[in-house]
């Protein structure tokens, strides 16, 4: 990510496009009433450019912004993982554990898991769709029964939980009374999973990240935050690289 001061002098406008090792990725502006500078980052699956800046900002100077660090995107963009959909023969990430995908037409078209392997029948074509339905269902059982676990700790009602696609945000607690977990963390160990769902339930109580918040964290967690932040840091990105 890349910050960018209100420093730059108007430029003619450039293409709302730009072009990284070859491949035409789209640029996105997003105007934020309290950010002061503009951000520079690459989507997690590299599908575009993302640029968040103030409202007084002129959009051509954003976009000038991109194309000259067309440099610094690519590199962003060559490190992340490449995009492979599951096949049979191939392996399918669930909680931290790489399940060998065994496909046979006969079988029942709900995955079934069998020590290092996951098996599952039905048509080949919607293969992936079926597996991806299965990864959400088995995403929202596990976060419920975190949301559950953590709320008690910290004295609370459950809530409803619901699953998230974002490619930005791991979780979020908009209104203090229902959270959202990104449905990709069921590929994640259970100690990152379940970290992001302790996040979000704190806020139902310190909706800011004050002392008081991370305190509440702190007692409900019971591992260390800045080990599951590490690990979504260094790997987060790979979460991308299967399914669409």
């Keep these: 990510m890349i910050d960018w001061l209100r420093t730059a002098k108007p430029v003619q406008l450039l293409d709302p496009e730009i072009e990284l090792d070859g491949t035409r990725v789209p640029i996105v502006l997003k105007r934020l009433r309290n950010a002061r500078r503009l951000t520079l980052r690459l989507a997690p699956d590299g599908t575009e450019v993302r640029i968040t800046l103030p409202v007084w900002a002129e959009g051509r100077e954003a976009i000038a912004f991109a194309h000259s660090r067309s440099g610094w ?5 060559a490190r992340l993982p490449k995009r492979a959909a599951p096949e049979p023969g191939g392996t ?5 554990r790489r399940l060998r995908l065994e496909w046979d037409q006969r079988a029942p078209r709900r995955p079934v898991i069998a020590g290092d392997a996951l098996r599952i029948g039905g048509p080949q074509t919607g293969l992936e769709q079926r597996l991806k339905r299965w990864l959400e269902s088995e995403a929202l059982m596990l976060a419920e029964a975190d949301m559950r676990e953590y709320c008690a700790i910290a004295r609370l009602d459950p809530v409803p939980i619901g699953l998230t696609r974002a490619q930005r945000r791991w979780g979020s607690c908009s209104d203090k009374s229902r959270i959202r977990i990104n449905w990709r963390l069921v590929q994640a160990p259970d100690f990152v999973r379940r ?4 996040h979000e339930v704190a806020h139902l109580v310190h909706f800011d990240h004050s002392p008081a918040f991370h305190a509440l964290l702190g007692r409900m967690f019971e591992g260390a935050i800045e080990d599951a932040d590490r690990w979504l840091k260094d790997h987060g990105r790979g979460l991308y690289a ?3």
């Design 73 to 77: 995107l690519a590199e962003q963009l």
């Design 92 to 96: 399918v990430l669930y909680r931290g």
């Design 195 to 198: 970290s992001v769902v302790a």
């Design 242 to 244: 299967s399914f669409g």
